[in-house]
């Protein structure tokens, strides 16, 4: 009997060390599933951080590639125009600047930024208007523009145009010079898209409307008009009145194609050619009694008045001896580097 019971409690003491043993091994495995899940999420993390960081990468890319493609567009659009808008524009704004010295360093560069902001965009929605209204021309005398390649669709161009002249609108408010924008976008829609184009005087008319608004902005940009400044808007508008028509005898094939009446094509070209070229050399004398003279007979002086009649000179005669539409072109291209030059010389002679 007490053998029995002994082996009873053996048999109970062995029981109960297996049954100890299954609880200590499930404790264990209780102990190691949080690193386990810990293991897990860590490795979760790592792979969405890994797929954020492409999907950044990716949309940088594409961002970066729509925005180089963006900038080629804006360039194809205005690398014609720069010259008339965008130089002349900052160069007369520096005029005002040095009337007006800026209070520090960062004030001049961010009213030449503000300047240069304002001109890009004026002249996009200029050049985009223009080139939407005059496409077959454009495959005649300008075939590497983008709505002739087929660079940008028709539809493309219209959107852009509406997104540029809206924001053209709002930095003409954001600058003080919205009645200056307001008559640019007047001059250049009637201009384009209400026939103005269509013959040579209002053609030129508009252009000189176009310039005024462009140089009264440059300078309104840093300070008030003065009646000398005035003096210098109407005889730069007058002044484009007069010989923009210089441009026209490089665009006279297509001209003809669409039934536009240029100077060259109403009054004939040779006669038209002799007329430009008597106002190329009879401008500087003008220039010379109305903006250099109130400045005084200095050296300074007398060196512009000799610059800008040399090189109305050289284009008088290239209008008169070179004929073709790469020579009449590079006449164009003198042309505005000599307005580009009478808008550096206000710099060292206009003070108000």
């Given amino acids: 009997m007490s053998e029995k019971i002994l082996t009873n ?5 062995s029981q109960h060390q297996a049954l100890t043993q299954q609880i200590n091994v499930v404790q264990v495995d209780l102990e190691e599933l949080p690193d386990i899940t810990q293991e897990k999420l860590s490795f979760d993390i790592f792979s969405s951080a890994i797929a954020i ?9 594409l961002l970066f590639t729509n925005t180089a493609q963006e900038l080629k567009i804006n360039w194809l659009f205005i690398r014609r125009d720069i010259t008339m808008s965008i130089v002349p524009g900052l160069l007369f704004t520096i ?11 960062v004030h001049a560069i961010s009213i030449l930024a503000g300047s240069l902001i304002y001109f890009w965009l004026c002249i996009t929605s200029f050049c985009i208007s223009n080139q939407i209204t ?24 219209q959107i852009r145009g509406y997104i540029f002249m809206m924001l053209f609108t709002a930095v003409a408010w954001w600058l003080g010079v919205i009645e ?19 013959h040579w005087m209002t053609k030129n008319v508009f252009s000189g409307f176009g310039i005024m608004s462009e140089m009264g902005a440059a300078w309104q940009i840093v300070a008030p008009i003065s009646p000398v400044v005035w003096l210098w808007l109407v005889i730069l508008c007058s002044t484009c009145i007069t010989l923009i028509s210089v441009q026209d005898f490089r665009d006279i094939p297509g001209d003809k194609a669409i039934g536009r009446n240029t100077f ?32 005084g007979n200095t050296l300074v002086v007398m060196l512009w ?19 073709s539409y790469a ?3 590079k006449t164009y291209l003198l042309f505005t580097g000599w307005y580009c030059l009478l808008l550096t010389s206000s710099i060292f002679i206009l003070r108000v």
């Fill in 180 to 198: 200056w924008a307001i008559l640019w976008q007047f001059s250049f829609i009637a201009h384009n898209n209400f026939g103005g184009a269509k």
């Fill in 264 to 295: 060259p094509l109403v009054f004939g070209e040779d006669l038209s050619r002799i007329l430009v070229s008597i106002c190329f050399l009879a401008y500087p004398l003008l220039i010379h009694l109305c903006l250099m003279m109130p400045a």
């Fill in 305 to 323: 008045d000799i610059a800008l009649f040399l090189l109305s000179c050289i284009i008088a005669v290239r209008l008169l001896v070179l004929r």
């Fill in 95 to 105: 005029t005002a600047l040095v009337n007006y010295p800026p209070t520090s360093l």
């Fill in 9 to 13: 409690a053996v048999e109970a003491i």
């Fill in 134 to 157: 005059d496409i077959e021309e454009d495959k005649i005398n300008k075939p590497d523009r983008p709505l002739v390649q087929g660079i940008i669709s028709y539809g493309g161009a």
């Fill in 327 to 329: 020579a009449d072109h």
């Fill in 53 to 61: 960081s492409n999907l950044i990468l990716r949309s940088g890319k």
